[in-house]
Nanobody, 115 residues
């Protein structure tokens, strides 16, 4: 089973940007769907966005126009470019595969948006 490791989180001011990475232990070339999730303090984990093998993307309304998901099959890595960050984006961000998460959850990467 492929293992996923998230990185790139940190503390950023409102309006700032961060780029998250999701590195896979094996090839992602044939993975149909990859996704980013997040879990805010005291809340359930929620889907943020997905990207298909063909590059089709879908974003939840709360990040649409601000976040951009991408994947680099040659590097076995998926990315999440987060712009115009808001305090409500504060969460631990996780990546996974499939429309229903199929991989074990990693440690995630913490994003804190605060002035």
């Amino acid at each position: 089973q492929v293992q996923l490791v998230e990185s790139g989180g940190g503390l950023v001011q409102p309006g700032g940007s961060l780029r998250l990475s999701c590195a896979a232990s094996g090839t992602i070339r044939d993975i149909e769907v990859m996704a980013w999730y997040r879990q805010a303090p005291g809340k359930q984990r929620e889907l943020v966005c997905i990207i298909t093998k063909g590059g089709t993307t879908h974003y939840e309304d709360f990040v649409k126009g601000r976040f951009t998901i991408s994947r680099d099959n040659a590097k076995n890595t998926m990315y999440l470019q987060m712009d115009s960050l808001k305090p409500e984006d504060t969460a631990v961000y996780y990546c996974n595969i499939g429309l229903v998460p199929q991989a074990s959850w990693g440690q995630g990467t913490r994003v804190t948006v605060s002035s």
